[in-house]
């Protein structure tokens, strides 16, 4: 069965950091695209990174460009999307998704910017 | 304000058919695939159309997409209660280099 379990979440203050950590299984992890989808309190979805399957391509949302870095480790089927320079708009619940037709979702982890 | 346009809401009553658009523009719908999510209260996104009008499997064939231009709709036949949900449509935009979705749309089933 494929499966998608984020982890990471949390309470940070502004200007903090955290590593939000995605595990795959059920699937061929190495060959997919990847991606980080958020979804802020009553809010609707907003696209935050995608890579490529071998970590050669990434993208980003232009809030996030420069303080988030997304990457991934093939052999440990694990997505990874780490977060500097937090701020209160970055609170959301954060998906991992497969593919860019974002076809399997996880089933998030909360992250609150908050002092 | 999103790069794809979705109305916030529409309603019709059980067994009645329904239609969500979605507006975006050249650099997105209109040279990209659009995909169609829906989101129950409190759970994740699932993939209810890709490639503009397919259907993963275990999705019911009332439900079903069609893009034209740079527009798409999702259309859902012989409303059900369940489908009370949150609707939104999203694919890459080939200018940003990014990923976008629509606000969304919340189907109420009268």
């Known amino acids: 069965e494929m499966q998608l379990v984020e982890s990471g979440g949390g309470l940070v203050q502004p200007g903090g950091s955290l590593r939000l950590s995605c595990a795959a299984s059920g699937f061929t992890f190495s060959s997919l695209w990847m991606s980080w989808v958020r979804q802020a309190p009553g809010k609707g979805l907003e696209w935050v990174a995608n890579?490529?399957?071998?970590?050669?391509?990434?993208y980003y949302v232009d809030s996030v460009k420069g303080r988030f870095t997304i990457s991934r480790d093939n052999a440990k089927n694990s997505l990874y999307l780490q977060m500097n320079s937090l701020r209160d708009e970055d609170t959301a619940v954060y998906y991992c998704?497969?593919?860019?037709?974002?076809?399997?979702w996880g089933q998030g982890t909360l992250v609150t910017v908050s002092s | 304000q999103s790069v794809l346009t979705q109305p916030p809401s529409v309603s019709a009553a059980p067994g009645q058919k329904v239609t969500i658009s979605c507006s975006g523009s050249?650099?997105?719908?209109?040279?990209?695939?659009v995909c169609w999510y829906q989101q129950l209260p409190g759970t994740a996104p699932k993939l209810l159309i890709y490639d503009n009008n397919k259907r993963p499997s275990g999705i019911p064939d009332r439900f079903s997409g069609s893009k034209s231009g740079t527009s798409a709709t999702l259309g859902i036949t012989g409303l059900q209660t369940g489908d009370e949900a949150d609707y939104y449509c999203g694919t890459w935009d080939s200018s940003l280099s990014a990923g976008v979705f629509g606000g969304g749309t919340k189907l109420t089933v009268l």
């Open positions: 998704a497969r593919k860019n037709s974002w076809d399997h």
């Open positions: 890579i490529k399957q071998d970590g050669s391509e990434k």
């Open positions: 050249s650099s997105n719908i209109g040279n990209n695939y």
